[in-house]
């Protein structure tokens, strides 16, 4: 149990709204395995939801656990009113969790009309794990939680506003064929192609492909390609590349293996110096500084 590490606020939460739901986001962009926990000291339906590659949560104990293969969610819920949650996350993962306090959820929810829901379990104090895919619409305001760049005065508000939104897809029980058509919402088709178009860019970074390549590698016009990638992952294709290495040079400087010069060469800079300038320009503090602060 040593190897997990409890969560540091700054770095992995995104919203606490008090008495109501707290939104965790973790993202290991390492090579190696991350471990972490989060400390319970009350009673709240627990959402997961795998956006990278898969996820292993367990509930006090390692063999307690459930995985979670990208896109899969699941909502927990045990009767006890104080535990650890225990987060395994391999390399390129991505996890958010939503933690809803049982009086705020009650607030929002009547029994008689959530099919998801366990009720009988529920009211017998018994575990509850109730396993979902995780639907297109989802998949959006999960990206929009973490990327979309707002003034810190109206971020709270934003993202409250995200996570009714995401609640409300979640519990929707009913499905509405006109969402497939609709003009501003990817289909799934599409959603698979910017994904791709996202690891390609990735796996290529250090000399990524021009737009015009990339949206002839993944089979889309441009103008979708464009239109969709900022639609799903909150930012233009190449301000996205940007924000995600300057997340690896982050992590990199935290875990102290390489200088600023190698850093600079594994995120594809010709020089340090673009580097240097590119991270301050972002974070307003050059890396050495950040690595030593």
Not at 40 to 50: A, E, G, K, M
Not at 167 to 188: E, K, Q, R
Not at 275 to 282: E, G, R, S, V
Request: glycine share 4%; aromatic share 12%; proline share 4%.
């Amino acid at each position: 149990m040593e190897k997990y590490k409890n969560i540091d606020k700054s770095a992995h939460v995104l919203i606490e709204e008090k008495d109501a739901f707290k939104v965790f986001y973790f993202n290991n962009l390492t090579d190696h395995v991350d471990n972490f926990q989060t400390e319970l000291t009350n009673n709240y339906i627990q959402l997961f939801f795998c956006t990278e590659n898969e996820v292993k949560i367990a509930f006090n104990m390692e063999h307690c656990a459930i995985t979670l293969k990208e896109n899969d969610s699941s909502m927990v819920h045990y009767k006890d009113e104080s535990m650890n949650i225990l987060y395994t996350l391999p390399p390129q993962s991505q996890l958010n969790v939503v933690l809803i306090s049982l009086n705020f959820f009650h607030s929002l929810f009547s029994g008689k009309e959530n099919v998801l829901f366990n009720f009988k379990n529920y009211k017998n104090g018994q575990p509850i794990i109730e396993p979902k895919l995780i639907e297109v619409s989802e998949q959006m305001i999960l990206k929009q939680l973490i990327s979309f760049r707002i003034t810190d005065s109206l971020r709270p508000i934003y993202l409250k506003g995200k996570v009714y939104e995401l609640l409300s897809h979640y519990f929707n029980t009913t499905t509405d064929a006109t969402n497939a058509n609709c003009p501003y919402v990817p289909n799934g088709d599409t959603v698979g192609k910017i994904k791709q178009a996202k690891e390609i860019i990735i796996d290529e970074m250090n000399n990524p492909p021009g737009l015009q390549e990339l949206a002839k590698q993944v089979g889309l016009n441009i103008k979708k390609l464009k239109s969709g990638f900022k639609e799903y992952y909150g930012s233009p294709v190449f301000t996205f590349l940007l924000n995600y290495k300057m997340e690896l040079a982050k992590t990199l400087l935290v875990e102290q293996q390489f200088n600023v010069n190698e850093i600079a060469s594994k995120l594809g800079y010709s020089t340090s110096s673009h580097f240097i300038a590119a991270f301050k320009k972002k974070y307003g503090i050059t890396p050495k500084q950040y690595s030593i602060s």
